[in-house]
């Protein structure tokens, strides 16, 4: 899901803003650069929730799986 306009609206999960878990800040020499497809949003799910949450689980192995090589 991409980070704007509707993240703009968000306040991040109580314990990290939304803008700092992806990695933004007011200073771009201090932002991270993640590609937009590398983003991911848990909607209402705290800071603690992320460690439970299944739909959290799916999206980080998606990130850690490596892509299928071609067969030949």
């Known amino acids: 899901m991409s980070a704007a306009p509707r993240a703009d609206r ?11 878990g ?5 200073d ?8 937009k497809d590398s ?5 209402n799910t705290g800071h603690m929730e992320l460690l ?8 980080v192995l998606k990130w850690l799986t490596p892509p299928a090589e071609p067969q030949a």
């Open 10 to 20: 968000l306040t991040g999960d109580g314990l990290v803003p939304l803008h700092s």
């Open 22 to 26: 992806l990695g933004e800040h007011d």
């Open 28 to 35: 771009p020499a201090r932002s991270l650069i993640f590609a």
């Open 39 to 43: 983003q991911w949003i848990a909607f």
């Open 52 to 59: 439970s949450r299944p739909e959290v689980t799916q999206q």
